[in-house]
């Protein structure tokens, strides 16, 4: 039963709505035309390809635009559908909101809980949550008017996450097909891109890299930068706060650091490792777990960031023969994520050794041009990065 607290009640989310699963669909009971069938994976992928069913099914089974999706087996997650007429498959819920709850609302409270819910679901291989559990998870709810209100914010700031993921997305592909203009073809004494080598062959040559600018050199990285390993700190050492943070494989993310679990040194420790901090504009990269979704785990250190200190299995650059911004820029560049990526083929845990790390090749302009290249980018990689910090901001007030 519901209790009342300040005119808010506590509720169980079995007490906010209706949960009814899915069907199971059979192979043969696919047709070329028809229902989409909504699976686990139209949910992840909701653009992608589908399975039909022409029969007939309950209107509890049906899912139309604007309809609340609870998946509670192996993926856990919650959206409200927006890709047209549906049916749906088990594992699936369809939850239908009591008349005094607000649909939006409902979903961001589900979706805030899905951290606890995995956590204390079932199945080693493949995680579940019985509806039952659903009584267990006891939730604040205002009055419908609130509730609204409630969710018409967090609506609106989804919404904004939502298109500055967009916006960040677009600014990396334009980033990539800068780069790879930049890091094949250059930018010659006037400031301009080259000519591209069909347009202009007498100023190319053919290196290892294929073509590239007739003053250029083809170098492994390991010729033009070292790689600092960080210390085995003892984990008796860290701290939960302190002095100074440490910068562990778990918190090297993909462009920036993930500091959600952090570490900390003592306070009276940290002198003695001053050759292991790190400072704003560093570049590492985890050695450990090195693949993940969004690419090769390379971060960049902003201030915010700094100061920290370089853990074992992470490794910083360090420029000894080229322009550190040329070389910042080189390690966000595609062909050098791909060719690290060859080297952990067919590898159940990747892993990158210091040699690994340094092999693949980068073309070396004059030291001049380097700083031309890199100049070129700078702009838009300080507006990702503001996007990139919006967005976090974002993710945190929501959180």
Same mark, same amino acid.
């Given at each position: 039963?519901?209790?009342?607290?300040?005119?808010?009640?506590?509720?169980?989310?079995?007490?906010?709505?209706?949960?009814?699963?899915?069907?199971?669909?059979?192979?043969?009971?696919?047709?070329?035309?028809?229902?989409?069938?909504i699976?686990?994976e #139209?949910l992840?992928?909701?653009?992608?390809?589908? *399975?039909?069913?022409?029969?007939?099914?309950?209107?509890?089974?049906r =899912? @139309?635009?604007?309809?609340?999706?609870?998946?509670?087996?192996?993926?856990? $997650?919650?959206?409200?559908?927006?890709?047209?007429?549906?049916?749906?498959? #088990?594992?699936?819920?369809k939850?239908?909101?009591?008349?005094?709850?607000? @649909?939006h609302l409902l979903? /961001?409270? &589900?979706?805030?809980n899905?951290?606890?819910?995995?956590?204390?679901s /079932?199945g080693?291989t493949?995680?579940?949550i019985?509806r039952?559990?659903?009584?267990?998870?006891k939730?604040?709810?205002?009055p419908?008017?609130?509730?609204?209100?409630?969710a018409?914010?967090?609506?609106?700031?989804?919404?904004? =996450?939502?298109?500055? !993921?967009?916006?960040?997305? $677009?600014y990396?592909?334009? $980033?990539?097909?800068?780069?790879?203009? &930049?890091?094949?073809?250059?930018?010659?004494?006037?400031?301009?891109?080259?000519?591209t080598?069909?347009?202009?062959?007498?100023?190319?040559?053919?290196? !290892?890299?294929?073509?590239?600018?007739?003053?250029? !050199?083809?170098?492994?990285l390991? *010729?033009?930068?070292? %790689? #600092?390993?960080?210390?085995a700190? @003892?984990?008796?050492w860290?701290r939960d +706060?302190?002095?100074?943070?440490?910068?562990?494989?778990?918190?090297?993310?993909?462009?920036?650091? +993930?500091?959600?679990?952090?570490?900390?040194?003592?306070?009276?420790?940290?002198?003695q490792? #001053?050759?292991?901090?790190?400072?704003?504009?560093?570049?590492?990269?985890g050695?450990? /777990?090195?693949?993940?979704?969004?690419?090769?785990k =390379?971060?960049?250190?902003?201030q915010?960031?700094?100061?920290? %200190?370089?853990?074992?299995?992470v490794?910083?650059?360090?420029? $000894? !023969?080229?322009?550190?911004?040329?070389?910042?820029?080189?390690?966000?560049?595609?062909?050098?994520?791909?060719?690290?990526?060859?080297?952990?083929?067919?590898?159940?845990?990747?892993h990158?050794?210091?040699?690994?790390?340094?092999?693949? %090749?980068?073309?070396?302009?004059?030291?001049?041009?380097?700083?031309?290249?890199?100049?070129?980018?700078?702009?838009?990689?300080?507006?990702?990065?503001?996007?990139?910090?919006?967005?976090? @901001?974002?993710?945190?007030?929501?959180?």
């Amino acid at each position: 039963m519901s209790e009342s607290i300040k005119g808010w009640t506590i509720r169980s989310l079995s007490e906010l709505a209706q949960y009814h699963n899915g069907l199971a669909f059979k192979p043969s009971d696919w047709v070329e035309e028809g229902t989409k069938i909504i699976r686990i994976e #139209q949910l992840n992928q909701p653009t992608g390809d589908y *399975d039909f069913y022409a029969g007939r099914v309950s209107e509890v089974n049906r =899912i @139309k635009d604007g309809d609340l999706i609870f998946s509670w087996s192996a993926t856990l $997650k919650v959206v409200i559908w927006k890709h047209g007429d549906g049916v749906l498959n #088990q594992h699936l819920f369809k939850v239908v909101p009591y008349a005094d709850v607000d @649909k939006h609302l409902l979903f /961001h409270l &589900l979706d805030f809980n899905m951290d606890s819910l995995s956590s204390g679901s /079932h199945g080693s291989t493949m995680k579940h949550i019985k509806r039952g559990e659903l009584t267990t998870y006891k939730v604040a709810m205002p009055p419908p008017p609130e509730q609204r209100k409630i969710a018409r914010i967090l609506t609106t700031l989804d919404n904004l =996450i939502e298109k500055t !993921e967009a916006v960040i997305a $677009k600014y990396q592909a334009i $980033k990539q097909g800068m780069m790879h203009d &930049l890091f094949t073809r250059g930018v010659d004494a006037h400031g301009h891109l080259r000519p591209t080598q069909a347009e202009a062959p007498d100023l190319y040559k053919q290196s !290892e890299l294929g073509w590239i600018p007739k003053e250029w !050199e083809a170098h492994n990285l390991g *010729d033009v930068a070292n %790689l #600092q390993v960080g210390y085995a700190f @003892k984990s008796s050492w860290f701290r939960d +706060d302190g002095a100074v943070r440490l910068l562990r494989g778990e918190n090297v993310g993909s462009g920036r650091p +993930d500091w959600s679990d952090t570490k900390y040194l003592s306070s009276r420790m940290v002198e003695q490792f #001053q050759e292991f901090t790190l400072y704003p504009r560093d570049v590492v990269i985890g050695m450990d /777990h090195t693949f993940t979704k969004s690419g090769v785990k =390379i971060t960049h250190l902003q201030q915010e960031d700094c100061p920290s %200190l370089l853990v074992q299995r992470v490794g910083r650059f360090v420029p $000894k !023969e080229c322009e550190a911004t040329f070389l910042r820029a080189f390690l966000g560049f595609e062909r050098y994520h791909a060719d690290l990526a060859r080297q952990q083929k067919g590898m159940d845990i990747p892993h990158l050794s210091q040699t690994e790390i340094l092999e693949p %090749l980068i073309p070396l302009p004059k030291p001049d041009e380097q700083v031309r290249i890199a100049e070129r980018l700078t702009g838009l990689v300080e507006t990702i990065s503001s996007e990139r910090q919006c967005l976090f @901001k974002m993710n945190v007030s929501v959180r």
